[in-house]
Nanobody, 128 residues
């Protein structure tokens, strides 16, 4: 089970931090990806982390502005979002998949919805 938190409203240029708490026996060797979806658009994978190892991957639209990280003791993945833009407005979802697949697959497939069978409920981010 994945539970997101931390969404809200912020002005352009502001920051937010999202959290994704993972309920599982272990926390290693998961590809945890953050997706976002705004009305009328496809769900987009923006960043991912391969838990345990901590390898991170970013889409071009967020590179340099968003930072994904993990706290293995808390079994939580964070998404620090800085320099937010109105086009970042969306519902943000964390998803888990590619369990045991390795960092290469996580980096190549973090944007593929079909690769992630486990999803959180989503949290809204609004930038105005």
């Amino acid at each position: 089970q994945l539970v997101e938190s931390g969404g809200g409203s912020v002005q352009t240029g502001g920051s937010l931090r999202l959290s994704c708490a993972v309920s599982s026996v272990t926390f290693s060797s998961y590809c945890i990806s953050w997706f976002r979806q705004s009305p009328g658009k496809e769900r987009e994978g923006v960043t991912a982390i391969y838990t345990g190892v901590g390898s991170t991957y970013y889409g071009d639209s967020v590179k340099g502005r968003f930072t994904i990280s993990q706290d293995t003791a808390k079994k939580t993945v964070y998404l620090q979002m800085d320099s937010l833009k109105p086009e970042d407005t969306a519902t943000y979802y964390c998803a888990a998949g590619l369990i045991g697949a390795g960092t290469w697959f996580c980096g190549r497939r973090f944007g593929e919805k079909a690769a992630f069978p486990h999803w959180g409920q989503g949290t809204q981010v609004t930038v105005s």
